[in-house]
């Protein structure tokens, strides 16, 4: 069994930045992408940044320049470093992962979600 724990959430005024980090744990033979999402209430949840084992990056247009996603492979973990906060970023922020935990079988995983919230 796998689990993703978030942590990095919370308040920051307009401009300011924070860091998530996402840490997998459990029976992990590999991981091949992480990834964070975000969702707001009546809205879909969205791709906000990925990044394979390999180093592959990909970021939604709207944080371009002001999100920087990276991974610690020694250590399982997914970090996400939000610079220029704008109050648009408020969201619901989940970790996603796509994890073999043998040769043979890969899952899809999410975290339990932090809250992102910039105020004015």
């Known amino acids: 069994q796998v689990q993703l724990v978030e942590s990095g959430g919370g308040l920051v005024q307009a401009g300011g930045s924070l860091r998530l980090s996402c840490a997998a744990s459990?029976?992990?033979?590999?991981?091949?992408?992480m990834g964070w999402y975000r969702q707001v209430p009546g809205k879909q949840r969205e791709l906000v940044a990925a990044?394979?084992?390999?180093?592959?990056?990909n970021y939604v247009d709207s944080v371009k320049g002001r999100f920087t996603i990276s991974m610690d492979n020694a250590k399982n973990t997914v970090y996400l470093q939000m610079n220029s906060l704008q109050l648009e970023d408020t969201a619901v922020y989940y970790c996603?992962?796509?994890?073999?935990?043998?040769?043979?079988?890969?899952?899809?995983?999410w975290g339990q979600g932090t809250q992102v919230t910039v105020s004015s």
């Open positions: 459990g029976t992990i033979f590999s991981i091949n992408y």
């Open positions: 996603n992962a796509a994890i073999q935990e043998n040769p043979l079988r890969i899952n899809n995983y």
């Open positions: 990044i394979t084992s390999g180093g592959t990056t």
